[in-house]
């Protein structure tokens, strides 16, 4: 029996491609999806679900309350009506 090489392993574990899947935002009215819509629109067109997580984990508290409240304004007005209302997407990435 050979001996574990802890070189190997770590070097094995770090590397081995795990296959990440594209961000898609849910349909919930929330900040967080109105933070994904905007991120994958202006700054990641083609992020992966992993990545916006990063993203979205590094953000402030208060910053991510600015979504959730900039979400219930636009659904309360009546402009989140679809993911692609310009409202939606365009808005400030805070």
């Known amino acids: 029996m050979q001996p574990y090489n802890v070189y190997d392993i770590l070097f094995k574990n770090h590397f081995t491609l795990k ?15 109105l ?3 905007r991120w994958i629109k202006q700054t990641n067109k083609n992020g992966s679900t992993d990545e916006f997580k990063l ?16 979400a219930e304004r636009l ?14 997407v365009n808005g400030v990435l805070h």
């Open 19 to 33: 296959k990440c899947s594209k961000m898609r935002p849910g349909s919930t009215k929330n900040g967080r999806n």
């Open 35 to 37: 933070c994904a819509l």
């Open 55 to 70: 993203y979205w984990n590094t953000l402030a508290t208060a910053q991510q309350d600015e979504y959730q409240a900039e």
């Open 75 to 88: 659904d309360s007005a009546g402009a989140w009506k679809k993911a692609s209302d310009s409202a939606v």
